[in-house]
């Protein structure tokens, strides 16, 4: 459905929807940076697919914080523009979560210096208080 035009930005949030968050590290991972690949070129449906993940968090579906965490670090060692927006996205919620532990703030500044500008950007609009990166 992705390659159809018009229907990238809802193949993103289905594919999104299918991510266990909640599942063992390798898994969280593989699937996240898999969903990143598959948007390659596409900031807009990387952007929509990591807002669908903000919103599995938000309404309270089971998540590994330990997964995404390490899920987070492998899409923001990533180049690619996607793996760095769902990265921020997936950080912001899960760090405010969680009340910026150690990890989160660290891949925060992670994304803070990726080679995407957009990503930088992004990054640096989230607000993890006083805490240090």
Request: charged share 25%.
């Amino acid at each position: 459905m992705a390659e159809h035009p018009g229907y990238a930005r809802l193949a993103a949030t289905l594919a999104a929807s299918a991510v266990d968050l909640d599942a063992e590290v390798e898994q969280v991972a593989g699937e996240l940076l898999e969903l990143a690949a598959g948007l390659a070129g596409r900031p807009d449906a990387a952007v929509r697919a990591g807002e669908h993940l903000v919103a599995m968090v938000a309404i309270g579906e089971p998540w590994d914080p330990a997964a995404v965490l390490a899920a987070v670090d492998a899409l923001a060692a990533r180049e690619e523009s996607a793996a760095g927006l769902i990265a921020t996205r997936l950080a912001g919620i899960a760090g405010a979560r969680l009340d910026w532990p150690q990890g989160y703030r660290s891949v925060v500044g992670a994304l803070r210096r990726h080679s995407d500008p957009i990503v930088v950007e992004e990054a640096l609009d989230l607000d993890i208080g006083a805490a240090r990166v």
